[in-house]
C-alpha cells in the first residue's frame, strides 16, 4: 500500500513548473503550496476493464532532473500528495471525476491515495522520514486542455480528517520502456521513504 513518487527510468518529460500560484492543499486548517506534479503512464496490467493505470504525484518542492535522469526534490523540506487513477483513454486520463474504490479497478476510479507530510530529505541519506495519512475515501475531478491539467480533489484520512487541494499546470510525464518490468515501487524516494 506504501505507493509515493518515482524512481524510474524516464522516456519523456514535460515542463516542470505549475501554471497558478494557488496550486495547494489543506489540512488541519495548514495550507501547503503545490509547486510541480508527476504523472506515469503503467498500461492495464492491473486494471478490471482494461483501463490505462495512470499515477499523479504533486508535490510542494520544485523538481529536478540528475545526471541519470532521475527526478528529486530542490527542497530538503517538502510533502507530497500521491494517487493512481484508471481511465479508458491510452493517451491520458479523461476529464471527469475519479472516485476512491478499493474494489474494482475500473475506469474512473481511484485504487490507492495518500498524502506524506514533512518530508526531510538529505541527499545521500538512505531513509526519508514523513508523516503518512492513507487516504479512505474522496475523488478527484479532473480536467485536461493541452498539456495543462487541472484537478480539484477532497480526500478523507484514515484519522478522518479532510484534505481538500486544487492544481492547474503542466506535470512531468513519463512512460515506462515497453517491455520494462513494473517496478514493485514505482516512485520517487519510495524505496528510501518509510
Excluded at 53 to 75: G, H, K, M, Q, R
Excluded at 102 to 121: G, K, P, Q, R, S
Aim: negative net charge; proline residues 2%.
Amino acid at each position: 500500500m506504501l505507493f509515493l513518487l518515482v524512481c524510474f527510468t524516464a522516456c519523456s518529460s514535460d515542463d516542470n513548473s505549475s501554471k497558478s500560484s494557488n496550486n495547494h492543499f489543506t489540512y488541519k486548517g495548514k495550507t501547503y503550496e503545490l509547486k510541480a506534479g508527476i504523472i506515469e503512464k503503467d498500461g492495464t496490467d492491473w486494471s478490471d476493464d482494461g483501463s490505462m493505470e495512470y499515477y499523479l504525484t504533486l508535490v510542494t518542492s520544485n523538481l529536478s532532473f540528475d545526471a541519470d535522469n532521475d527526478i528529486w526534490p530542490t527542497e530538503n523540506l517538502f510533502s507530497l500528495i500521491n494517487f493512481n487513477l484508471y481511465s479508458k483513454n491510452k493517451n491520458h486520463p479523461n476529464t471527469g471525476t475519479y472516485k476512491i474504490n478499493e474494489e474494482y479497478n475500473v475506469d474512473y476510479t481511484i485504487e490507492d491515495a495518500m498524502v506524506v507530510l514533512d518530508i526531510n530529505w538529505v541527499e545521500g541519506e538512505d531513509e526519508l522520514v514523513g508523516t503518512f495519512l492513507f487516504i479512505t475515501s474522496g475523488n478527484v475531478k479532473l480536467h485536461k486542455t493541452g498539456n495543462t491539467y487541472k484537478m480539484d480533489f477532497e480526500f478523507t484520512t484514515h484519522t478522518n480528517e479532510i484534505i481538500k487541494g486544487h492544481y492547474d499546470g503542466k506535470l512531468i510525464a513519463y512512460d515506462y520502456d515497453e517491455g520494462q518490468a513494473r517496478p514493485e515501487v514505482r516512485s520517487l524516494f519510495q524505496k528510501k521513504l518509510q
